[in-house]
């Protein structure tokens, strides 16, 4: 009688367990084997980095950086791009802590637009992968801080989740970032826009059942009830409410409309400082996302929704300056998508603002490969890649191309920045 007792206690153990992995995620990538892949990819990087200080250190910084990243051909990353790892404080001498959610502090085999911005920033001046490990704390974290809590810890509540109110305050303080949108010519035309950032809500929409086994995500089942429970438990409560300003450049002050298209001002986005980060400012109450606004969705109010990295970069004739991706509909066959290389025209060379990101503008599945004969590169459909192609990786990845087409590019038969309601310009933040 006991051990039938036993075998049912036994067995009523293991169906909670299951019960309870049905409300977080375990970490299914081989996470040592990709923090160490981008542990030598950070040495590699700094090795290839400018040393010395210089006026143009900081534009040679983050142009190496670009030169290297978007060679490696790096998918952009929706879920998973970035977490707490098993840190457990600033000075990065302890593992083994717990967290909520667990994926790698920073990663070079996925990343999206913002653990781009985060990963090169963290390279200034960073000429040891010590270096580069405390500056992507001091980046990435902060939050709380401007709530009277301490600074230097390595937790979710930490972490700096919302850019007007986070990202941009805590490294505007610590002296990395100032912001230059209204400098020089732009002072004429700066504006601002506002929403209320409220992290308590949107820590607790995370906490939902229909959406806590994406957002808890840990390296051992053994603690994941444990951290769906920290998240529910009221988590970071000392977070109030505010009301969140952030400055932009209209988008239509840097382009021109011509008949029924719009091309890139050169005159006025070279006056834009770099290098910089560019962050693409919204209207909280125009956002919207399949139908629904994203404040309903989210739990709280966001003003910015997408960031790269500008810098300066100049093209001998000739030369091939970005492979264009255009995509279109069509009614019998879906979606193509057209790959077009761009060359510098002018004899004496082009300057370029140039535009760093981690893009997903294109369709999910599609894969971006390479004729290594032809040097042709192409964005297809996974059943229909092309003939001698070699994959390299997806369409939406780490790319960079000029500034002013990035923001006037068609996709779709649609000026996807310039016809969306709700993008109303960008912040831009000097990189000091």
Same mark, same amino acid.
């Not at 996925?110 to 990963?119: A, E, G, I, P």
């Not at 040891?128 to 990435?140: E, P, W």
């Not at 086994?213 to 998240?231: D, F």
């Given at each position: 009688?006991?051990?039938?007792?036993?075998?049912?206690?036994?067995?009523?153990?293991?169906?909670?367990?299951?019960?309870?992995?049905?409300?977080?995620?375990?970490?299914?990538?081989?996470?040592?084997? =990709?923090?160490?892949?981008?542990?030598?990819?950070?040495?590699?990087?700094?090795?290839?980095?400018?040393?010395?200080?210089?006026?143009?250190?900081? /534009?040679?910084?983050?142009?190496?950086?670009?030169?290297?990243?978007?060679?490696?051909?790096?998918?952009?990353?929706?879920?998973?791009?970035?977490?707490?790892?098993?840190?457990?404080?600033? @000075?990065?001498?302890?593992?083994?802590?717990?967290?909520?959610?667990?994926?790698?502090?920073?990663?070079?085999? &996925?990343?999206?637009?913002?653990?781009?911005?985060?990963?090169?920033?963290?390279?200034?001046?960073?000429?040891?992968?010590?270096?580069?490990?405390?500056? =992507?704390?001091?980046?990435?974290?902060?939050? !709380?801080?401007?709530?009277?809590?301490?600074?230097?810890?390595?937790?979710?509540? /930490?972490? /700096? /989740?919302?850019?007007?109110?986070?990202?941009?305050?805590?490294?505007?303080?610590?002296?990395?970032?100032?912001?230059?949108?209204?400098?020089? =010519?732009?002072?004429?035309?700066?504006?601002?826009?506002?929403?209320?950032?409220?992290?308590?809500?949107?820590?607790?929409?995370?906490?939902?059942?229909?959406?806590?086994?994406?957002?808890?995500?840990?390296?051992?089942?053994?603690?994941?009830?444990?951290?769906?429970?920290?998240?529910?438990?009221?988590? !970071?409560?000392?977070?109030?409410?505010?009301?969140?300003?952030?400055?932009?450049?209209?988008?239509?002050?840097?382009?021109?409309?011509?008949?029924?298209?719009?091309?890139? &001002?050169?005159?006025?986005?070279?006056?834009?400082?770099?290098?910089?980060?560019?962050?693409?400012?919204?209207?909280? @109450?125009?956002?919207?996302?399949?139908?629904? &606004?994203?404040?309903?969705?989210?739990?709280?109010?966001?003003?910015?929704?997408?960031?790269?990295?500008?810098?300066?970069?100049?093209? @001998?004739?000739?030369?091939?300056?970005?492979?264009?991706?255009?995509?279109?509909?069509? *009614?019998?066959?879906?979606?193509?998508?057209?790959?077009?290389?761009?060359?510098?025209?002018?004899?004496?060379?082009?300057?370029?603002?140039?535009?760093?990101?981690?893009?997903?503008?294109?369709?999910?599945?599609?894969? *971006?490969?390479?004729?290594?004969?032809?040097?042709?590169?192409?964005?297809?459909?996974?059943?229909?890649?092309?003939?001698?192609? @070699?994959?390299?990786?997806?369409?939406?990845?780490?790319?960079?191309?000029?500034?002013?087409?990035?923001?006037?590019?068609?996709?779709?038969?649609?000026?996807?920045?310039?016809?969306?309601?709700?993008?109303?310009?960008?912040?831009?933040?000097?990189?000091?």
């Amino acid at each position: 009688m006991v051990r039938w007792l036993l075998i049912l206690l036994g067995l009523c153990c293991a169906l909670q367990a299951r019960a309870d992995s049905s409300q977080f995620t375990v970490i299914p990538y081989r996470y040592q084997k =990709i923090f160490h892949q981008a542990n030598r990819d950070v040495r590699r990087l700094i090795h290839r980095l400018p040393r010395q200080r210089s006026p143009h250190y900081l /534009n040679r910084l983050v142009q190496a950086s670009a030169h290297y990243l978007v060679a490696q051909h790096i998918p952009y990353m929706y879920v998973g791009a970035e977490g707490e790892g098993s840190w457990c404080g600033a @000075k990065l001498s302890r593992r083994g802590c717990s967290h909520i959610q667990q994926d790698l502090v920073y990663r070079t085999d &996925n990343m999206d637009c913002f653990t781009l911005v985060q990963f090169v920033l963290a390279l200034v001046d960073a000429h040891s992968l010590s270096a580069f490990q405390q500056h =992507i704390i001091q980046v990435d974290y902060g939050a !709380a801080s401007l709530f009277g809590q301490p600074s230097n810890v390595v937790a979710y509540y /930490n972490r /700096n /989740n919302f850019v007007s109110a986070d990202f941009n305050p805590v490294n505007q303080r610590r002296g990395w970032i100032r912001d230059v949108s209204g400098q020089g =010519i732009f002072k004429r035309y700066l504006k601002s826009t506002s929403a209320v950032i409220d992290h308590r809500q949107w820590f607790a929409k995370k906490a939902k059942a229909q959406q806590v086994k994406t957002n808890v995500r840990v390296l051992r089942a053994s603690n994941g009830a444990r951290m769906v429970k920290r998240l529910r438990a009221h988590y !970071a409560s000392f977070y109030k409410p505010e009301n969140v300003s952030i400055t932009y450049i209209p988008k239509r002050v840097l382009v021109v409309k011509r008949h029924r298209t719009y091309v890139a &001002n050169p005159q006025m986005i070279n006056q834009i400082p770099v290098p910089s980060i560019v962050e693409i400012v919204r209207n909280v @109450k125009k956002w919207k996302d399949r139908g629904v &606004n994203i404040q309903k969705l989210i739990g709280s109010g966001i003003n910015v929704s997408h960031a790269g990295l500008l810098y300066a970069e100049h093209f @001998k004739n000739k030369q091939i300056i970005d492979q264009r991706i255009t995509c279109k509909k069509h *009614w019998f066959s879906g979606v193509t998508c057209q790959v077009t290389p761009v060359r510098c025209q002018k004899r004496h060379g082009c300057k370029e603002i140039m535009m760093l990101a981690a893009t997903n503008a294109y369709p999910s599945r599609f894969l *971006w490969s390479e004729n290594k004969k032809t040097h042709h590169y192409y964005c297809t459909a996974p059943d229909n890649l092309p003939r001698h192609a @070699k994959r390299l990786t997806t369409c939406n990845r780490v790319m960079a191309m000029p500034f002013g087409d990035y923001i006037t590019r068609k996709e779709y038969g649609q000026f996807i920045y310039l016809n969306a309601a709700s993008i109303l310009g960008f912040n831009v933040e000097k990189m000091l």
